[in-house]
């Protein structure tokens, strides 16, 4: 079974700042997917993005990009020029490739990110 | 367009009401998921529909019964709910094909059990 941990309840950073938020995960798979999703209070919950294992390349989407250490099983995520928008609870996902036929996300527990203006 | 949208926003209910939870997405998905949510805590999955046929019940209470009457419609029908129930309950869809796993969310029913 996979787990996911987000070891970082809880976090703040000043506007227009930059933050990184942890996440590490243990599988025996080889092939999978990781993601980061944004859920800001009482809204609904967004990809702020994706990272196939096989890419050694780490994605990267405006202003956040992740650091994907494969051997070390590490997906942090990256927030430069923090914005009050920001505000929200970072849920890190792990899904195995099973060629299509497998759906189950594996959530960490959450970090609580707070922009402060 | 990565859109999911579910009805009601908010729903309040007696232990004895029968309700139900409508969600739908014309994105061409052909898997879509009910996940529970408590608040502060990561969604749990409850159900997963893939080519409109149940592939995943993750030991659900009889008391909620999933429906998938096409492609594009996911229902959760309600009843005899506990207080313990309540929780915001969210929608989400994905292609079955590999690399295209992506679930997209709704923005969910928060559900209050009286």
């Not at chain 2, 309950?89 to 923005?107: D, I, K, N, R, V």
Request: hydrophobic letters at 30%.
């Amino acid at each position: 079974a996979q787990t996911v941990t987000q070891s970082q309840p809880e976090m703040s950073v000043q506007e227009a700042e930059t933050v990184t938020l942890s996440c590490t995960y243990d599988t025996s798979e080889n092939n999978y997917y990781l993601f980061w999703y944004k859920q800001p209070p009482s809204r609904q919950m967004i990809l702020v993005i994706r990272q196939e294992a096989y890419k050694q390349q780490n994605a990267t989407e405006n202003r956040f990009s992740v650091n994907f250490q494969k051997a070390a099983k590490s997906f942090s995520l990256k927030i430069s020029d923090s914005q009050l928008g920001d505000t929200a609870m970072y849920f890190c996902a792990f899904m195995k490739d099973s060629g299509g036929s497998n759906y189950k996300l594996t959530f960490g527990k959450g970090t609580l990110l707070t922009v402060n203006p | 367009d990565t859109e999911v949208t579910q009805t009601p926003k908010h729903l309040v209910m007696g232990m004895t009401n029968k309700k139900s939870l409508k969600c739908e997405q014309h994105m061409g998905h052909r898997a879509m998921y009910w996940y529970k949510q408590k608040a502060k805590k990561p969604p749990e999955l409850m159900f997963v529909y893939s080519y409109e046929k149940l592939s995943i019940n993750e030991s659900v209470p009889s008391r909620f019964s999933p429906e998938c009457p096409n492609s594009s419609l996911l229902n959760l029908h309600l009843h005899a709910l506990q207080p313990e129930d309540s929780a915001l309950y969210l929608c989400a869809s994905s292609h079955p094909w590999t690399g295209m796993e992506t679930q997209y969310f709704g923005p969910g029913t928060r559900l209050l059990v009286l």
